[in-house]
């Protein structure tokens, strides 16, 4: 079955603790991108992936790295989360940049 | 600088009645438009875009939406509303000539269907 997976699904953590949330996608897309979302303000893009080893920032990249070393994983890493991070994430992949999105499934993050 | 408004967040209809769900956006260039439906604890699912052709283009679900240039607009339509339509909807822009390559979201409009 072509899908977007994420994990964890859920994640409590406290300020400061490094975390990482994983994304995988079978479809062979060269497009990835990680999304927050909050109410009221939609989805914003915090990165995004053409291809293996080609990222660049969406409009909210701040407190967030990503890699993409492989084609189909493309992990989202806080490295000293904080409180303002606590959001809905998701992340989606493409054919290409002008394609229909794929979203996985989402993760809900709480930072104490 | 890309930017995509849906002016209500909130839209009630009739099962039966048609709906709209509007969408206007400011891109340079040509854009890239599409319509994204959100059912309650899920993630998001394509309905439908536009690259460039028709100015009415036709999705999942019996949607449709209509370009529109001069209003800079990509309204979403459905001639007969369901109760399974109930629902959080995002319009989405991207320029087809941004080296940068990031995507828009508006923030939403719940679109409710009653019975």
């Known amino acids: 079955e072509a899908q977007v997976t994420q994990n964890p699904r859920y994640l409590i953590t406290v300020t400061g603790k490094k975390l990482t949330v994983t994304c995988s996608q079978n479809?062979?897309?060269?497009?990835m991108s990680w999304y927050r979302q909050d109410p009221g303000l939609g989805l914003r893009q915090i990165y995004y992936?053409?291809?293996?080893?080609?990222?660049d920032k969406g409009d909210v990249p701040e407190g967030y790295k990503v890699s993409r070393k492989e084609k189909r994983n493309f992990p989202l890493i806080l490295e000293s989360p904080s409180p303002n991070q606590t959001s809905l994430y998701f992340c989606?992949?493409?054919?290409?940049?002008?394609?229909?999105?794929?979203f996985g499934p989402g993760t809900r993050l709480t930072v104490l | 600088a890309q930017s995509v408004a849906q002016p209500e967040d909130q839209v009630n209809v009739a099962e039966g009645n048609p709906l709209t769900v509007k969408c206007t956006y400011s891109v340079s260039g040509n854009p890239y438009l599409f319509w994204y439906v959100q059912y309650p604890n899920r993630g998001l699912q394509f309905l439908l875009k536009?690259?460039?052709?028709?100015?009415l283009v036709k999705g999942s679900y019996g949607f449709e939406a209509e370009f529109n240039k001069s209003q800079t607009s990509f309204h979403l339509k459905k001639p007969s509303a369901l109760v399974s339509d109930s629902a959080l909807y995002f319009c989405a822009v991207r320029s087809r000539w941004n080296y940068g390559q990031n995507f828009v979201f508006g923030p939403g409009t719940r679109l409710s269907v009653l019975p």
């Open positions: 992936s053409m291809n293996v080893e080609v990222t």
């Open positions: 479809m062979n897309h060269e497009y």
């Open positions: 536009y690259i460039t052709g028709d100015n």
């Open positions: 989606a992949s493409s054919v290409g940049a002008g394609d229909e999105q794929f």
